[in-house]
Nanobody, 127 residues
Framework: QLQLVESGGGLVQPGESLRLSCTAS????????FGWFRQVPGKEREGVSCISRIGGNTDYADSVKGRFSVSRDDAKNTVYLQMNNLAPEDTAIYYC????????????????????WGKGTQVTVSS
C-alpha cells in the first residue's frame, strides 16, 4: 500500500518561503500523480496544486498561482511544493495525496480523486 510522509512545514513570517516535501513508499503499480491540499479547522480540505505522472503537467488553485510551484523527483519518490511570498491566509495543515487512477499526463485538485494521503504538515504564517 502506498504510504506518504510530508515534511518541511513550520512557522514563517509573511513574505517568506517554505518548501514542503512528500516522500512516497510502497509504489508497486507505477508512479501516481500527486496533489497538494490544505485544510484549516472548520473548513473543507482544498486542492492547492497537482502534478501529473508523466510530462510534469501541473495545475494550481487560483489563490496560489504565481506563488507556489510543484515538482517531482521520481528517483527519490518525492514531490515538492515550493511556497513563496507566503501570507497569513496560507496557514493550514498541508497534505499530500496520491492519485493512482489518473491518465498519465493529467492531474486533479479534487480531494475525492486521491487514493492515499499523508498525515500532513503544519504551515503557519504569522508576524
Amino acid at each position: 500500500q502506498l504510504q506518504l510522509v510530508e515534511s518541511g512545514g513550520g512557522l514563517v513570517q509573511p513574505g517568506e518561503s517554505l518548501r514542503l516535501s512528500c516522500t512516497a513508499s510502497g509504489i508497486t503499480l507505477g508512479y501516481p500523480s500527486f496533489g497538494w491540499f490544505r485544510q484549516v479547522p472548520g473548513k473543507e480540505r482544498e486542492g492547492v496544486s497537482c502534478i501529473s505522472r508523466i510530462g510534469g503537467n501541473t495545475d494550481y488553485a487560483d489563490s496560489v498561482k504565481g506563488r507556489f510551484s510543484v515538482s517531482r523527483d521520481d528517483a527519490k519518490n518525492t514531490v515538492y511544493l515550493q511556497m513563496n511570498n507566503l501570507a497569513p491566509e496560507d496557514t493550514a495543515i498541508y497534505y499530500c495525496g496520491a492519485d493512482e487512477g489518473r491518465q498519465p499526463r493529467a492531474c486533479s485538485l479534487s480531494v475525492a480523486s486521491m487514493h492515499s494521503w499523508g498525515k500532513g504538515t503544519q504551515v503557519t504564517v504569522s508576524s
